[in-house]
């Protein structure tokens, strides 16, 4: 299920779904950044004024910040309590741990 979080100006969806926020229903970004810790904030803010996040190339005001960072914990909440994502991790660590033994 995803989370529409806005609508750009040329008409896409900016979207989370699971851990994953999305462009136009391609992967633009999993983690947000604040536009303070920005390399290019000055221009992000000329832009933007009211910019707190970049999301990938989307920039985002305070509240679709907050609806990406509440979308994404449910979808890391859901993910982890899922029994074929556990499963995965299991199975990721052992062979990591085989891996490191040189046993493959």
Do not use: C, W
């Amino acid at each position: 299920m995803a989370t529409l979080v806005k609508t750009t100006q040329d008409g896409r969806k900016v979207e989370v779904t699971g851990q994953a926020i999305t462009l136009g229903g391609k992967l633009e970004a999993v983690e947000l950044i604040p536009v303070k810790d920005h390399p290019n904030r000055a221009k992000i803010f000329q832009v933007m004024p009211e910019a707190a996040y970049m999301a990938g190339r989307v920039a985002l005001t305070e509240e679709e910040g907050r609806i990406v960072l509440e979308a994404l914990a449910n979808g890391e909440a859901e993910f982890l309590s899922n029994p074929k994502a556990i499963e995965e991790r299991f199975r990721y660590a052992a062979n990591r741990r085989e891996q490191e033994l040189g046993i493959e």
